[in-house]
């Protein structure tokens, strides 16, 4: 029996729809933590589109790949958080919680993409 006490649900067991978003988000979300990390740690500039990287200086391209790093990371945290959320407050509602993280992220890129790439292409 599902009781739903504001936007949370209380039963027995989880919905295997809500297991499945769980393990695709995560994985999806790992993946993009992964991607974050390489650019932001390991500045591998490369992984990215050429086009994104052409107008940046040598010396700014530690910075660069910092904030894209940290901004794709942001991202897959947003995905990772949503696939947890989809356990307690339903797949489309923990949508929300991806929405958030993900301007979060795209914000930052746009940032980093005007500062070091004066431009977006």
């Known amino acids: 029996m599902i009781y739903k006490i504001g936007i949370y649900k209380r039963k027995g067991w989880f919905d295997l729809e ?71 407050i339903g797949g489309a509602k923990s949508g929300i919680v991806f929405g958030g993280f993900f301007a979060i992220g795209i914000l930052m890129m746009l940032y980093g993409q005007i500062k070091y790439n004066h431009g977006l292409f």
């Open 18 to 88: 809500d297991i499945l978003i769980l393990i695709f988000m995560g994985v999806i979300g790992l993946l993009f933590m992964y991607w974050g990390f390489l650019l932001c740690v390991k500045e591998k500039i490369n992984i990215m589109h050429d086009y994104h990287y052409t107008k940046v200086n040598e010396a700014d391209k530690k910075a660069y790949t910092q904030i894209m790093g940290i901004a794709v990371i942001v991202i897959g945290v947003g995905c990772l958080l949503s696939g947890v959320a989809s356990l307690f």
